[in-house]
């Protein structure tokens, strides 16, 4: 149950992905048979992935993931102005990945004008405040706004964001990960000009990625060598990736459509309601209403432990959870996002992600209704300031904090 950290290759996937691991095995930039071959495997996989999100194959860029896709947008729009001297503006947010906040901070240190927006209680920004930073904005400005929340799952107003942005004649981003195969994506209705998807997100391999580029939107490399890409991303071709990429975008497209993802979305429903009725002082980190929320992800907190603990206890028994992102896994500091939206330092240290994958089983959902409430109480026995039925200690409580913007 950490789908949002990784997930599973589909067997499927890895079939269509085996031909190119052992025998077609050409460069997709050689022109004889065998490296035409590779060629027709790429860009039938570029059709698959622009398909998927209602857009032109040749606005897609083939990467080695997200992180560098994100790392692309950004220092692809704003990196010539600043290499220029020019004023350069990033409006972002307190709650994005890290490959979009350490990449913040680099831009920063180079001489970037870069914009933090807080965020509500529930992990969602508020449109007017982007408006608000985008007022005398310089030509060189890009707005990057998740699309959903990889930690609370809560689904970010990014095509208002986008019309705003819009008005302002400024670039659009979206890091777009965990929404991708877990929700409709079309990025005309969306309204923006660039969006980072990640194959292992969504049951293809990992080290394979990709950006959607409007046409039209200029891009500044962040490799140089060969023309591949169009001159965008130079470097051979991960051919298996984006082979693995292209199918696993395509089952991802008809889990939302053929009811899989409503199958997930009652399965998570559930777990979550039986761990609430059965532990006490327990409750959601984000929003809940329908339509608010990714449908495979619950951020619970527990109070009277430490998530870490919880996380040990559970892998010990075969249940696999998170205290938030992977990329910070081992940080000694609470979640950026929980601590974003107000949580004190205690309740964000005892808060775990459940993120369910499109194989997750009924029975998995009872097993994990079993073993998590025998954990929490196991841990609270063992606990010296816990007494049961005693309220929370005010420190563990919901605290309205200043969020602490990264180092710059």
Known sequence: MDANATTPLLPEVFEAMRPFLMNSFGNASSIH?????????????????????GARSSEIVFTSGATESDNLALFGMLGKALDAGEPARLVTTSIEHHAILHAAEALAVRGGDVRFLPVSPLGVVDPPAVREALANAPPATLVSVMLANNETGALQPVEEIARIAAEADVWMHTDAVQAIGKLPVNVKTLGIDLL????????????????????????????????????RRAGT??????????????????????????????????????????????????????????????????????????????????????GGSACASGATEPSHVLTAMGLGAHRARASLR?????????????????????????????????????????????????FPQPTL
Request: net charge negative; with cysteine; hydrophobic share 40%.
């Open 33 to 53: 048979h065998y490296g035409q071959q590779a060629r027709m495997a790429v860009e039938q996989a570029r059709e698959d992935v622009a398909a998927a999100l």
């Open 196 to 231: 980072s998807l990640s194959g292992h997100k969504l049951h293809g391999p990992q080290g394979v990625g990709a950006l959607w580029l409007r046409r039209g939107t200029p891009l500044q490399p962040l490799f140089y060598g060969g023309a591949h890409e169009r001159q």
């Open 237 to 322: 071709e991960n051919l298996a990736g984006i082979v693995g990429l292209g199918a696993a975008i395509r089952f991802a497209l008809q889990a939302v459509s053929d009811g899989t993802i409503a199958r997930i979305a009652a399965l998570r429903d559930r777990l979550e309601a039986t761990l609430l009725a059965e532990i006490d002082e327990c409750g959601v980190n984000g929003p809940t209403a329908p339509g608010t929320r990714l449908p495979n992800t619950t951020n619970l907190w527990f109070d009277h432990l430490e998530g870490e603990a919880l996380v040990i206890a559970l892998d010990l028994k075969g249940l696999a959870l998170s």
């Open 354 to 402: 459940f993120s369910l994958t499109r194989a997750t089983t009924e029975q998995e959902i009872d097993r994990a209704c079993e073993l998590v409430p025998a954990a929490v109480a196991r841990l609270r026995e063992l606990s010296p300031v816990y007494k049961a039925g005693s309220p929370a200690q005010p420190q563990d409580g919901l605290q309205i904090e200043p």
